[in-house]
């Protein structure tokens, strides 16, 4: 039979993580703040507890899906914990997430951090390629794998709660940085005759070719040559930045996305060209580490 477990928070992604245990035969035992978002889950099986202490205390594995840190600080406050399993998957800083590792084990509980890497819909719908990031304790982990890979994929990252969030976030951030460029790049034909759905096929391609860079940052940062086959050197680079940054004058277009990156392009090969050069893009991130 199927591991019973207990659901904290019946949000957007909270309803469709609760979807998928019900649909796959999960006894489940939910609470949310406001009782009213629990009559649909009620209605397909699962256990409405009155309050988060009765859910907790309900089964040992618990799964929180609340708003931010804060309330699942008000959430767990009364409960006891002793004994239990508690998987946090509210997204949260590495630190944070440490943090409340600590306080959750002081408690008497096992601890697991995990990072969605999906929106709601995704959830429970295998062929999206949805999964979570875990990190925290193992053999939490490997007891209710099975259970916690009903709503998505499952990445275990490690035995440090942090890392979960911390690959979160930085994906996060990438995808963040992706969305600063194109934007840019609509604003820069925005009100032309190009109509932006005939460029949005030409964008996406062109980042999806783009993307062979991140295997290429990451051979270069573990080798420590940044210069080796370089297909568009520094040098040559930074000579571009002013074309870039003339376009976007011309086109009343503001460079403050992009400015930045040019800038930290600029200061690594100020810094010493004749050495740098010759590089690819990677000794920025060099210039990030503060
Ligand atoms: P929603 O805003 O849809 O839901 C928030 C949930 O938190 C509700 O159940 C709400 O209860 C509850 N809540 C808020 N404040 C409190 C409080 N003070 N005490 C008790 N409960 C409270 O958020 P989502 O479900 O979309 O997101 C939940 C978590 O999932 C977040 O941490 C988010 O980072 C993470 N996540 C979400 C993704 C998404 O695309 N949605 C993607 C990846 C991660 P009530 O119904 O009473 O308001």
Same mark, same amino acid.
């Given at each position: ?20 245990? +019900? ?86 509980? @096992? ?26 304790? @193992? ?8 259970? +916690? ?5 499952? @990445? ?33 034909? /925005? ?5 932006? /759905?005939?460029?949005?096929? +030409? +964008? ?63 200061? /690594? ?22």
């Amino acid at each position: 039979s199927k591991t019973p477990l207990t659901l904290l928070g019946l949000g957007a992604m909270g309803a469709a993580l609760a979807g998928s245990w +019900l649909a796959a035969g999960h006894p489940l035992t939910v609470w949310n703040r406001t009782a009213a978002r629990s009559g649909a889950l009620a209605a397909r099986g699962a256990a409405v507890a009155a309050t988060a202490a009765e859910a907790v205390a309900a089964n040992r594995l618990v799964v929180v899906c609340l708003l931010d840190d804060a309330s699942v600080e008000e959430a767990l406050a009364g409960a006891d914990l002793t004994g239990k399993d508690v998987v946090n998957l509210v997204t949260s800083t590495p630190g944070t997430a440490r943090a409340r590792a600590a306080l959750v084990t002081a408690r008497g509980a @096992r601890y697991l951090d995990g990072g969605i890497m999906a929106v709601p819909p995704m959830i429970g719908v295998p062929q999206a390629g949805p999964y979570v990031f875990y990190s925290g304790s @193992r053999e939490l982990f490997e007891e209710h794998g099975a259970t +916690l890979a009903a709503p998505a994929g499952t @990445r275990y990252v490690g035995e440090d709660a942090s890392f979960a969030a911390l690959h979160d976030v930085a994906l996060l951030s990438a995808m963040y940085g992706m969305f600063a460029g194109v934007a840019h790049a609509f604003a820069l034909v /925005r009100d032309e005759s190009v109509d932006p /759905r005939a460029l949005a096929p +030409l +964008l996406s391609s062109w980042l999806v070719a783009m993307t062979g860079s991140v295997e290429a940052t990451a051979g270069r940062l573990a080798s420590g040559d940044y210069t080796g086959d370089v297909v568009s050197d520094l040098a040559m680079q930074v000579a571009g930045v002013p074309t870039f940054l003339r376009t976007a004058e011309e086109r009343g277009v503001s460079t403050e996305l992009l400015s930045p990156y040019f800038e930290l392009m600029q200061r /690594r090969l100020a810094a010493d060209p004749a050495r740098h050069g010759g590089e690819d893009l990677t000794g920025v991130i060099d210039l990030l580490r503060v």
